[in-house]
């Protein structure tokens, strides 16, 4: 057995990824939910991260598959586990990556979820509803204002919801048409902001200095009384699965990164490049952004069938 233990291993891998790539605290966490596993497994079978061979690592596979873990959960468990290993290789702890032999569960390549144009206008016009209306009491209006200042921001900006709920009061200050983001491994991107959404944007703050003048000194565009200061993922998430009700749409189908993929469908159905959107979403590798491409596909087929000459359509 090592004498250095096991959750120090894991503790010094989160740390080399934390300063090297600039991991945000979601992504570490993440990573440890899945070497903590990973580490109990190799506890509970008498081995330490050392002295694992490749025969180990398939059982952890086989275990995780006896566990009921789909393929996709399994492959992104073997991914954590890869990169710890290579980890232990490259700072010379080990003389040899046990994973590089290892292949991973089979995965169906899976599409986004995507919500058309229309419903994406349900959504919007549904959160608007009630902002207005004098016999709803000023805390109600509040909220609807925030609902609908968050979707028409994400729906203009394709944000990830961290980046989205910890927005900066700034943001909605000027006419600039294009905001700074600073995203995953703290790079930084320009993303443009709709008029529709500068005005949710005005709308919401009005009420909110009426309504919760205490908030007006906050740093963030959505404060709430969380340990962040600023509104939660989980409560804009809840908030939406209700409007997505009331807009009569399937509450299992929507969701903050759906809105995030119908940004990104949406601009390629209507022409736009693939490189320009991967720039937009924050995408380091083009790869990533490549899920879309079945939209590319569609579109590239109907411009063949509407403007080839010898077309039967």
């Given at each position: 057995m090592s004498d250095v233990?096991?959750?120090?291993?894991?503790?010094l891998f989160l740390e080399m990824i934390a300063a090297e790539r600039g991991a945000a605290a979601n992504t570490l966490d993440a990573y440890r939910r899945d070497l903590d596993d990973y580490c109990e497994f190799l506890a509970a079978s008498g081995v330490d991260p050392l002295g694992v061979d490749a025969n180990i690592v398939?059982?952890?596979?086989?275990?995780?598959?006896?566990?009921?873990?789909?393929?996709s959960s399994g492959a992104r468990r073997l991914s954590s586990v890869r990169q710890f290993h290579r980890f232990l290789y490259t700072e010379g702890r080990r003389s040899e990556d046990p994973t590089t032999v290892i292949e991973g569960p089979r995965r169906g390549r899976q599409l986004p979820k995507v919500l058309g144009m229309d419903q994406v206008d349900r959504l919007l016009s549904v959160a608007k509803?009630?902002?207005?209306?004098?016999?709803?009491?000023?805390p109600?209006?509040?909220?609807?204002?925030?609902?609908s200042c968050l979707l028409e921001s994400l729906y203009a900006t394709g944000l990830r919801v961290s980046e989205l709920v910890a927005l900066p009061r700034s943001a909605?200050?000027?006419?600039?048409?294009?905001?700074?983001?600073r995203g995953k491994g703290g790079r930084d991107r320009l993303v443009p902001l709709s008029e529709p959404?500068?005005?949710a944007m005005a709308v919401y703050l009005d009420l909110l200095i009426q309504v919760r003048p205490a908030h007006g000194k906050s740093p963030w565009l959505f404060p709430a009384d969380s340990e962040s200061g600023h509104l939660t993922r989980q409560s804009f998430a809840r908030d939406l699965k209700g409007v997505a009700a009331a807009a009569g749409l399937r509450t299992d189908l929507v969701s903050?990164?759906?809105?995030?993929?119908?940004?990104?469908?949406?601009?390629l159905q209507n022409g736009a490049?693939?490189?320009?959107?991967?720039?937009l979403l924050g995408h380091v590798d083009v790869s990533t952004t490549q899920i879309y491409t079945h939209v590319l596909d569609e579109r590239t087929k109907a411009m063949v069938r509407d403007l080839h000459p010898l077309s039967d359509g």
């Open positions: 233990p096991a959750g120090r291993l894991v503790s398939r059982s952890y596979l086989g275990d995780l598959d006896r566990r009921g873990f789909k393929p509803e009630g902002i207005s209306d004098p016999d709803r009491a000023a109600e209006r509040l909220r609807a204002a925030r609902l909605a200050r000027g006419r600039d048409p294009l905001l700074t983001i959404a500068r005005e903050p990164h759906v809105l995030r993929h119908a940004f990104a469908s949406h601009l490049d693939l490189r320009v959107v991967q720039e």
